[in-house]
């Protein structure tokens, strides 16, 4: 998350909370960059854009595909190509 956060300056990492007031930050905003965890499930449920990176857990198991949803499969790092489909992503939801 903090890698991600220092390539997009207008993002910032959620603070240390409950789950509601994390459904109630992820209800405010514009779309959630998150991995695969639980409150990544919890941001699909408030219906807000959400970009899921996957590092250890199969995203055609835990994934959503439809959109507006972003799945980047992460298991062998996050490189460049992650990059651009991230920032692609972003620009339209924003």
């Known amino acids: 998350a903090m890698q991600v956060q220092t390539l997009q300056p207008d993002a910032y990492c959620a603070p ?11 209800s ?3 779309g959630q960059i998150s991995c695969d965890t ?7 449920a408030t219906g807000k854009p959400t970009c899921q990176i996957f590092v250890s857990t199969e995203s055609t198991r835990y994934g959503y595909s439809f959109a507006p949803h972003l799945i980047l499969d992460a298991h062998n790092g996050f490189d460049k190509c992650h990059l651009g489909q991230l ?7 924003i």
């Open 87 to 93: 920032d692609n992503w972003l620009n339209s939801i």
């Open 38 to 44: 639980g409150p990544m499930h919890l941001s699909i």
């Open 28 to 30: 405010h905003s514009e």
């Open 16 to 26: 240390p909370t409950n789950l509601d007031l994390l459904k109630a930050f992820f």
